[in-house]
């Protein structure tokens, strides 16, 4: 099994403005202006639909990790954030009275950059890239009636590919200097399927997350 090595570096810029005259205040951005912080929150995630998911739903995940962000003009900002994020999907069906349910989780080390832009200093939208690192692919098969696992495989990330790219739309909202709350959609662009078969459809990962960021 193919190890997985994750390289990920944060670049911080300083940017300062000198004040010329003593009644003229000028806002300096300076290194202090860049908040780190930590996030997490949960994960709405499905599979984009072809013709062997009919009956895919979402599924219920989380995400955590940390970001930087960084002034880059008066109302605009960059995000580099590092996540560990869980997708996939899950589908139930019944079966003599009993519901089952087939779930796929597949677990990435996201690295999303926003582009931030800020209506007002505590409201702001943004949208930008989301690179994924595949670290785990399993899928659980149970009895939701008795809550009973029926069977659960190992890891079998090998059969996808474990590198990840999708769009970013978003907006956050802080209650104070410190605490906020965020909202993102994530739509993949990229297949997961390492070797897909000619003429079918791609089946790219999407999801709707939401939850608490905290700057210090």
Known sequence: MKKLILGIAVLSTSLAFAQTTTTTTTRSMSSSDVRFGIKAGMNVSSLSKNETLEDQGSKIGFNAGVFANIPVAESFSIQPEVLY???????????????YSYANHLDYVTVPVMFQYNFIPNLYVEAGPEFGFMVSAKNKAKNETNNDVLAESGNYKDNFNTFNVG????????????????????????????DRPANS????NNAFQVGLAYKF
């Open 201 to 204: 459809d791609a089946v790219r």
């Open 85 to 99: 994020s869980q997708y996939g999907d899950k589908y139930d069906y019944v079966v003599a009275g009993n519901r």
């Open 167 to 194: 769009i970013g739309l978003g907006a956050g909202y802080y209650f104070t200097d410190n605490i906020g709350i965020t909202a993102r959609y994530v739509a993949g662009v990229t297949d997961i399927a390492k």
